[in-house]
């Protein structure tokens, strides 16, 4: 999986697996948005929804959990496309349904109206491209009003 693309859910293709010792421990053939897994004799083992193995994050993602429960004033609807929506889904590994509701508990701790139509069209597009969210130095680098949000909370009570 080092320095792929993340697939879209209509690709194939295959991975072969390695002990850390690098002897071959098997293959992984991804067709579909399903991952199966198969030992180095070529038995089945498992199969999984999406890309397997998960790649290896190298960033902590706590800071999505602080946010979450304490709510933004401004930017709510980026911080659930490009952030919370990818993190729940598919970091946290949410289904749909849970994901749609902790996304309303997010949105309305800061007053308004959200819709569900929306919430669950980007839950849905997520999930077919397997995205996950970005780190918080990208977010800054990419949306740096968003993030002086996210700071402001993060800040707060530290």
């Known amino acids: 999986m080092r320095g792929r693309e993340v697939p879209s859910q209509n690709k194939k293709f295959e991975i072969t697996l390695h002990y850390p010792d690098e002897t071959p421990a ?12 198969f030992n180095e004799k070529g038995e089945f083992l498992f199969e999984v929804e999406g890309i397997f193995p998960p790649r290896p994050r190298t960033s902590s993602m706590e800071w999505i959990d602080k946010v979450l429960e304490k ?28 994901t749609v509701e902790r996304l309303k508990e997010f949105y309305y701790k800061g007053g308004g109206r ?28 990419k949306d740096k009003e968003l993030y002086l ?4 909370v993060l800040e707060e009570n530290s």
């Open 71 to 98: 709510g933004l004033k401004d930017g709510r609807k980026r911080f659930i496309l490009y952030v919370a929506s990818r993190y729940l889904l598919n970091v946290k590994g949410l289904t749909e349904e849970e």
């Open 149 to 152: 949000e996210i700071k402001k």
């Open 26 to 37: 098997g293959k992984v053939e991804y067709i579909d948005g399903i991952s199966r897994v």
């Open 114 to 141: 959200v819709y569900d139509t929306w919430l669950r069209s980007v839950v849905r597009g997520v999930k077919t491209k397997g995205l996950r969210p970005p780190s918080l130095r990208t977010l800054e680098l």
